[in-house]
DNA sequence: ATGACGATTTACT
DNA sequence: GTAAATCGTCATA
């Protein structure tokens, strides 16, 4: 295992997102367990000048707080009360950009997935952000946590070749005025594990 | 203290 | 296609 390191979050954000893709996201269980999977979707969140953004207008409060830490640790947060989404923080400390893991490619861990979700297909496990928390058992112990160690981390993969990303809006935004047409969503393209193709 | 709502997913008509 | 599930967060008061 080798993590990326913490300089490869500490930029750009779309380029972060962008080169995301094709990483591999991995989670040590308490049992001593791991799971992996290759991240093929992400979505860009580029801070203040974002109504998108949760840190939109410089709000800062203890749900964002995480955002404003120096790149290279998860923001985790809850939505719609059930469901867990991971970012990968970007830039540095005080400037509250970061990258969402919209859906990863099933790797490591395949026999517990297709116990848990027996009515889905494969591709479908780690297909949302909701439904790779789900699976990670990702939730708000993660938030903060650094990406470089520990039980969550991401590390390197083969990459996506640049031709070979799509870019697009980004997905449940429609609150976000202009900036929910912003091309700040990616994707590899004929990866089955996408969510919402098209 | 209150209430509207959300970077989603699933089940159902 | 529509609607339910479910609750922390945040703005308002």
Known sequence: MTPLP????????ETVARELLGQRVCRRLPDGRLLSGVIVETEAYLGIADRACHTFGGRRTP???TMYADGG???????YGMYW??????QREGDPEAVLIRALAPEQGQEIW???YP??????????PGRLCRALQIDRACNGQPLTQGDLWIEAGAGAAPAAIVAGPRVGVDYAGEAAHW????HVAGEPSVSRPR
């Open 63 to 65: 749900r964002t707080d």
């Open 119 to 128: 009515r889905l297909k494969p591709a479908q496990w780690l297909s949302g």
């Open 183 to 186: 091309p700040l969503r990616f």
């Open 6 to 13: 913490l300089s490869f979050y500490r930029r750009d954000t």
């Open 73 to 79: 640790v998860a923001y985790v947060y809850l939505i």
């Open 85 to 90: 989404c991971l970012n990968a923080v970007t």
């Open 114 to 116: 297709q116990a848990a």
